[in-house]
């Protein structure tokens, strides 16, 4: 069985805890207090959009997590406190739960923030079910983001595109107000990325980029610079690859986030299931310097 048909969930569980020690164990500072004293997080532009997202956002897939709902909101509320203003999720993660969820904090700060969830579905009625689902999920009337999850192979191009396919969906909604941007993400395959949006003049693509990827099936060496190009906004995910890059020993955070922070990225999605980590995550991003 090849790795990436792994339950990556899992593997993420086991290696969280070994991760967490050495996330947060490199001095002794109070992320919490330094922080809340620094400047705003910086932004970038969001590619073609214009949105102007802070280069950190958080992911949505850890507000389904928890087993309290009042942890889940907690953390998303100390994210809002923080000045995150891009929320990622999607319409499979814990079944809905996540939206759910991140729709409940965000509630009365819709105006404040960006925000973008995903879709699984590959036909256009499906996906339409999904859109829906996920709007009344996330307490919203439209998305400033709406993404085709998990694109893998080649064939999902003609899913996607063919006839009673979910970019009719996407073109529909969009003219409806519904959707503002579209754009597609994936986990495994940098070439079905790029086939995609040399396919699509798509707003966003969403890929892992981190300090390992650089040197297998690498998204940055073949996905990124064609991306930027076209002026399609970056979004970096897995950028600590489950926890591993430092459960192994290949790189600090404070090593390997400011290194992705440094390609041509517009935001870097990080999933935090703790506030300490969220602190430190963002105390990250506040006081970068890019990497020469």
């Keep these: 069985m090849e790795w990436h048909h792994l339950n990556r969930r899992l593997f993420l569980k086991a290696a969280g805890t070994a ?15 330094a922080v809340d004293k620094l400047g705003p997080i910086p ?16 992911g949505g897939y850890h507000a389904g997590v928890h087993d309290s709902e009042e942890d889940s909101i907690r953390l998303i509320h100390r994210a809002l406190d923080l000045g995150i203003n891009f ?11 996540a939206e759910e969820r991140m729709g409940k904090a ?9 925000l973008m969830t995903k879709v699984d579905q590959r036909d256009a009625k499906g996906s339409r079910l999904t859109l829906e689902k996920s709007l ?28 009673n396919g979910v970019m009719e969906t996407a073109q529909k909604a969009r003219q409806e107000g519904k959707v503002r941007f579209i754009g597609v993400t994936g986990h495994f395959d940098p070439e079905v990325h790029l086939a995609f949006i040399k396919r699509f003049d798509f707003d ?16 940055r060496k073949t996905v990124v610079d064609e991306a930027v190009k076209r002026n399609t906004g970056v979004i970096a995910m897995k950028t600590l690859s489950f926890g591993n890059i430092v459960s192994m020993g290949v790189a600090k955070p404070a090593e390997a986030l400011p290194w992705v922070w440094s390609q041509p990225i517009s935001v870097l999605v ?11 995550n963002v105390y990250l991003a506040k006081t970068f310097k890019p990497m020469p």
């Design 19 to 33: 991760a967490s020690a050495a996330a947060l164990g490199e001095a002794s500072i109070d992320y919490a207090r």
């Design 43 to 58: 932004t970038r532009t969001l590619g073609r959009t214009g949105l102007k997202v802070t280069m950190m956002g958080l």
């Design 87 to 97: 929320y990622d999720n999607a319409d499979c993660y814990q079944t809905g739960r």
């Design 106 to 114: 965000l509630e009365g700060r819709r105006k404040d923030i960006y």
């Design 136 to 163: 009344r999920s996330l307490r919203t009337d439209y998305l400033d983001v709406w993404q085709f999850h998990g694109v893998a192979k080649m064939s999902d191009l003609d899913q996607i595109f063919g006839p």
């Design 204 to 219: 966003t693509v969403q890929m892992p980029i981190n300090v390992v990827d650089y040197h297998y099936k690498s998204f």
């Design 270 to 280: 990080s999933g935090c299931d703790t506030i300490e980590r969220l602190n430190y």
